[in-house]
């Protein structure tokens, strides 16, 4: 059964890079025809995708976040990380990581992990 | 750009009673269409991909149907374990979800 941990830190001062690895087990990063993403949900609202990575490096940001986002994968340690620079308080929110089948639909999630950005 | 809507925001259904929930498109996405289920503190979870397809291990009460822009969930006698957010989302570009649909107890 493919499981999916979110880890880093879960409080971030304003203007600084949030920082989280996905640790993947169960399965491996390098299969093929997979993305790996990354969504957040703001306390008490819905659902954004933040952008996805494949095992080759290849990856896609949203166009909202794409100049603050960087998306990484360490195959040799099986998991993907994700970069959010000049962070503000509306970058508070819940982050999962998520498999989906190429671009597809996430059908594993991790548990997620709350990150407060305060001074 | 693409924007999804989804209603009623809020439901109120009676445990065994049918639910329906819409989700709409503001253009064409094909049958490139999910629903989850979030309960609170709870990840999202995959209910029905391809519009219509029911992901592994989901009960058969939960059904999805339409194309284009116009998308139903059905869920046909609502069980306790039921009552939560419900989450459309299209993937023929770039992921994107609604804002969301409470089911919650009458």
């Known amino acids: ?119 | 750009e693409i924007v999804m809507t989804q209603s009623p925001a809020t439901l109120s259904v009676s445990p065994g009673e049918r639910a329906t929930l819409s989700c709409r498109a503001s253009q064409s996405v094909s049958s490139n269409l999910a629903w989850y289920q979030q309960k609170p503190g709870q990840a999202p979870r995959l209910l029905i991909y391809g519009a219509s397809t029911r992901a592994t291990g989901i009960p058969a009460r939960f059904s999805g149907s339409g194309s284009g822009t116009e998308f139903t969930l059905t869920i046909s006698s609502l069980q306790s374990e039921d009552f939560a957010v419900y989450y459309c989302q299209q993937y023929n570009n770039w992921p994107l979800f609604g804002p969301g649909t409470k089911v919650d107890i009458k």
């Not at chain 1, 498999?99 to 305060?118: C, H, I, K, M, N």
């Open chain 1, 1 to 119: 059964q493919l499981q999916l941990q979110e880890s880093g830190s879960g409080l971030v001062k304003p203007s600084q890079t949030l920082s989280l690895t996905c640790a993947v087990s169960g399965g491996s990063i390098s299969s093929g025809g997979y993305s790996w993403s990354w969504i957040r949900q703001p306390p008490g609202k819905g659902l954004e995708w933040i952008g996805y990575i494949y095992h080759s490096g290849s990856t896609y940001y949203n166009p909202s976040l794409k100049s603050r986002l960087t998306i990484s994968v360490d195959r040799s340690k099986n998991q993907f990380s994700l970069k959010l620079s000049s962070v503000t308080a509306a970058d508070t929110a819940v982050y999962y990581c998520a498999r989906a089948p190429f671009e597809y639909y996430f059908d594993y999630w991790g548990q997620g992990t709350l990150v407060t950005v305060s001074s």
